[in-house]
């Protein structure tokens, strides 16, 4: 073969070899690793689900979502190591939320605002204030989003036209002139006063007001009672929603201590170690005197 042609052939082949080699480290210079072509981002709290107006957060509402970080917006809730979704915020929300829509506070009814109480309430319940005191209020104890039985203590008076002694001496031994009972169980605390929320450094306050979340029917049960007697609140502690069928007479004045059942089987037996048959007893009160037939 003529060496010209060997020449030419041979630096051919070396240009070529020289082009893909060129080629090649121009395409591997390019090549980025994945994580810097991976646009960054961060996860922020949407909605699990779609929710009213109203509505108080609840477990399973809300998630995570990844959400590019050149387009996170002001107010976005964003996601702070392993935390939980449903510990991110709580509250009512203030309008409707669609599922995956991102949810922030100021979605959230404000505290303050003067239709949190109404926001509070489930449907068919009613709010009712009361007037309390430190003593009625478990010393100011008692605070938003507490439960309590409500106790009514009352003025009573039996009038029975039965003459028979037996009758009379029934009522004596069962009833003075006040009775108490418990009237409402399991009662949600909405606000004391003004205040729909506890304050963050936990002090005590003595509010003179409660304001409860009733049905409809005990609405009308606790209005009344308010004009019957004196009501309390009785605190129930965290946890305890269990309503105890009432088994037990009514507590009175005379029931509440034995002196006169004490002072009535003391002469009974009295009587009838004395072999007394007679059946007249007097009941003196001051310069008065009242006298009892018994069997």
């Known amino acids: 073969m003529n060496k010209n042609i060997m020449v030419v052939f041979g630096g051919a082949v070396a240009v070529a070899l020289l082009v893909a080699l060129l080629v090649q480290v121009s395409i591997g210079g390019k090549k980025q690793p994945t994580s810097v072509i991976r646009e960054a981002s961060v996860e922020i709290l949407v909605a699990a689900k779609d929710l009213g107006i109203g509505h108080e957060l609840q477990e399973g509402n809300l998630r995570w979502q990844e959400w590019p970080k050149k387009s996170l917006f002001s107010g976005a809730v964003e996601r702070d190591d392993e935390q939980s979704a449903d510990d991110a915020i709580e509250g009512r929300l203030a309008r409707d939320v669609v599922s995956g829509e991102p949810v922030m506070e100021s979605m959230l009814l404000a505290q303050t605002k003067g239709n949190f109480v109404a926001a509070s309430l489930e449907p068919g319940m009613r709010a009712l204030a009361i007037g309390v005191s430190a003593s009625s209020m478990v010393g100011g104890f008692?605070?938003?989003?507490?439960?309590?039985?409500?106790?009514?203590?009352?003025?009573?008076?039996?009038?029975?036209?039965?003459?028979?002694?037996?009758?009379?001496e029934m009522i004596e031994l069962n009833l003075d002139k006040l009775a108490t009972e418990t009237i409402l169980q399991n009662i949600k605390v909405l606000a004391v006063d003004q205040m729909a929320r506890r304050p963050e450094e936990e002090k005590i306050k003595v509010g003179k007001t409660i304001t409860l979340a009733v049905s409809v029917r005990d609405a009308e049960r606790l209005s009344l009672a308010t004009e019957l007697g004196d009501l309390t609140l009785a605190l129930r502690g965290v946890g305890d929603d269990k309503i105890i069928g009432k088994s037990w007479p009514t507590i009175s004045d005379a029931r509440l201590t034995n002196m006169s059942d004490e002072i009535f089987a003391k002469y009974k037996k009295m009587q009838e170690e004395a072999g007394v048959n007679s059946n007249i007893v007097r009941i003196y009160n001051g310069s008065q005197v009242q006298t009892v037939q018994t069997k």
Do not use: C
Request: glycine share 8%; proline share 7%; aromatic share 8%.
């Open 142 to 168: 008692i605070g938003p989003g507490d439960y309590v039985d409500v106790i009514l203590t009352y003025k009573e008076s039996i009038n029975t036209v039965d003459e028979n002694p037996k009758v009379l």
